[in-house]
């Protein structure tokens, strides 16, 4: 096995899965950011326009309600996702019955499509035929609250049905955490007379500080990447009010056809998500030094 430790036998290894990559990934990046000074509309011939289309995204108020609609869904899943989906895994973690059964239910939505989730919650959120206002109406309470299709609180319906489906996969990593981390030290924190809530704070939420960083760029990544739910409950509607960045960039490059300005858009996408995604891994190396 020695030949496997040569460095001409090692880049042979790597050498189809780079092409692979370089060919999926690095040549869509760099043919994005060439056509990002551009502006190219798909037909006529392309002529270079050099920042023009990024001072043009920097005077977009679109964009800006994007970037901030993004905001929100990410604060929301930092805040919330993250904390739930730990806390369920440590509960379904223990002797539970039927803990099984409950974490396949909670698990379920993550692997349905998220534009079928979507649709679905189309009839649970949409003001005039979904089941909540109905149930409102029900219970006498005569408000009809916009939860989507509404200039303010789409967003942060977009994030709960985000939560509510990404919330079984957060729970499936914390839960194969907790069932890999030492019994023998949690039992010998037993008999020492450290109580459950002592165990969780001082000895499992440490020793899952690499699971709380995988976690945490998934759900930064992840974000960054939701299309389908604004797609099919918002469609970024009213007035492009509920637009995330990347539907916004899908709705500029495939309707109305400014690939120049769509490619710009994406590489900003790009930069934000790999800057979060860089200052969350930094973050978590970070506390791993200091720990």
């Keep these: 096995m020695n030949w496997l430790t040569t460095r001409r036998h090692f880049a ?12 999926y990934m690095i040549y869509p990046i760099l043919y994005s950011l060439y056509y990002s000074f551009t502006d190219y509309d798909g037909v006529s011939a392309t002529t270079f326009s050099g920042l023009d289309n990024y001072r043009h995204m920097a ?4 964009f800006w309600t ?26 379904l973690s223990g002797r539970v019955r039927g803990s099984g059964a409950l974490r396949a ?9 998220p ?6 919650w189309i009839f649970i959120l949409d003001p005039q035929i979904g089941l909540v206002n109905a149930f409102l109406l029900a219970i006498g309470v005569p408000a009809h609250p916009q939860w989507i299709g509404g200039p303010t609180l789409s967003p942060y319906s ?10 079984g996969f957060v729970l499936t ?3 194969a955490g907790i069932r890999m981390l030492p019994r023998d030290v949690l039992e010998a924190a037993g008999l020492d007379g450290a109580t459950r809530l002592q165990q969780l704070r001082y000895i499992q939420i440490p020793m899952l500080r690499e699971t709380f960083g995988i976690v945490t760029a998934l759900v930064v990544t992840g974000v960054f990447k939701v299309f389908e739910l604004v797609f099919a409950l918002t469609g970024g509607g009213p007035v492009h009010l509920s637009e995330v960045m990347v539907s916004y960039m899908y709705h500029i490059t495939f309707t109305t056809q400014q690939y120049g300005y769509g490619m710009a858009l994406a590489v900003v996408v790009f930069v934000v998500g790999a800057l979060a995604s860089g200052a969350t891994f930094l973050g978590n190396r970070r506390r791993e030094k200091q720990s």
């Design 173 to 175: 990593i914390f839960y």
């Design 66 to 91: 994007s970037l901030r609609n993004t905001g929100v869904i990410l604060g929301i899943a930092l805040l919330l996702l993250i904390p739930l989906g730990f806390l369920l895994a440590v509960l």
């Design 115 to 120: 534009i079928l989730v979507g649709l679905i």
């Design 59 to 62: 005077a977009d108020p679109v």
């Design 12 to 23: 042979l290894m790597i050498a189809p899965a780079l092409l692979i990559y370089s060919l």
């Design 105 to 113: 239910l909670v698990f379920a939505p993550a692997i349905v499509a």
């Design 158 to 167: 977009i994030a709960f049905v985000y939560l509510w489906q990404q919330i």
